[in-house]
């Protein structure tokens, strides 16, 4: 059987796989829609990975606790020493976060389909709601129902590569339409001067319309507010665009 996903393999690859993720860019863009403070506030990174997107917010001057399931992902986070305004908590720990303290929550690359069911999605929204000041902001971005359907996930094989180590990743995708998700079971070579290491991982995604993400978000306190792309914020998605991204606010309503 196949690893679960983000083990330590995995973990120890994942910056050199995402070293072109725009993570700067993608903070600007939370920053610019949400219409956050310059600097200062107290922002929840869920599903924070290697700290990527942490180290940008605090580059702006903001607090963030970062909080992830997968521990191999939480120690490099935690590696990186990014100082006193950062720190880095298994998922678990949301229970003990103080009520109404966070300026914004952010749950960014496709956290939300890793999510296992639509009751731990909603439940999951319930803590944001209670975590988030009263005109707290939260932003996501999920992988997107018309575009999977249209675009269909097919068989690819990409190449990385840094000064010592070679990555090579065969994604092989079946499609579980009644459930709505994609199992994607990833083949990793990873070699280097000295040796090669073959391992796999199984990540299965769900994928959402907008009908839906709304009616989670209104369950659960929010106002969602635009959906929009990374590539085009001031564009409406379309089945064009796998992967989209919501911004919703705290509703203020009794
Ligand atoms: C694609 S990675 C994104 C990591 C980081 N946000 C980034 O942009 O680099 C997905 C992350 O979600 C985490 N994750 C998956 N399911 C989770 C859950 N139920 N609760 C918390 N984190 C979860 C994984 O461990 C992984 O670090």
Not at 50 to 58: I, M
Not at 186 to 213: C, G, N, P, W
Not at 225 to 232: A, D, I, L, P
Request: glycine share 6%.
């Amino acid at each position: 059987m196949a690893a679960p996903c983000f083990d330590s393999d995995y973990a120890r690859i994942y910056d050199l796989i995402y070293a072109g993720k725009g993570y700067g860019r993608e903070v600007e863009i939370c920053i610019s829609k949400a219409g956050l403070a310059d600097s200062g506030g107290h922002i929840l990174d869920y599903g924070c990975g290697t700290g990527n997107h942490a180290s940008v917010w605090l580059d702006r001057g903001f607090r963030v606790t970062g909080l992830d399931i997968n521990d191999s992902m939480l120690d490099i986070a935690r590696k990186k020493e990014l100082g006193p305004q950062a720190e880095f908590l298994h998922s678990s720990k949301i229970d003990q976060l103080e009520s109404q303290s966070l300026d914004a929550v952010c749950m960014l690359f496709d956290v939300l389909s890793y999510l296992p069911s639509s009751e731990a999605v909603q439940e999951l929204m319930d803590h944001f709601h209670r975590l988030l000041k009263p005109d707290g902001r939260f932003i996501f971005d999920f992988w997107y129902e018309p575009a999977v359907l249209h675009l269909k996930p097919e068989v690819r094989t990409a190449h990385f590569q840094d000064e010592f180590t070679r990555v090579r990743r065969t994604a092989t995708p079946t499609h579980f339409s009644n459930e709505k998700s994609i199992v994607v079971n990833y083949e990793i070579i990873v070699s280097s001067d000295e040796r090669e290491l073959k391992f796999e991982e199984t990540h299965r995604m769900r994928y959402f319309s907008q009908a839906e993400v709304a009616d989670f978000l209104n369950t659960s306190g929010f106002k969602c507010v635009k959906f929009f792309t990374w590539e085009e914020p001031e564009r409406e998605p379309n089945q064009e665009d796998w992967s989209i991204v919501c911004f919703a606010r705290k509703d203020e309503r009794p």
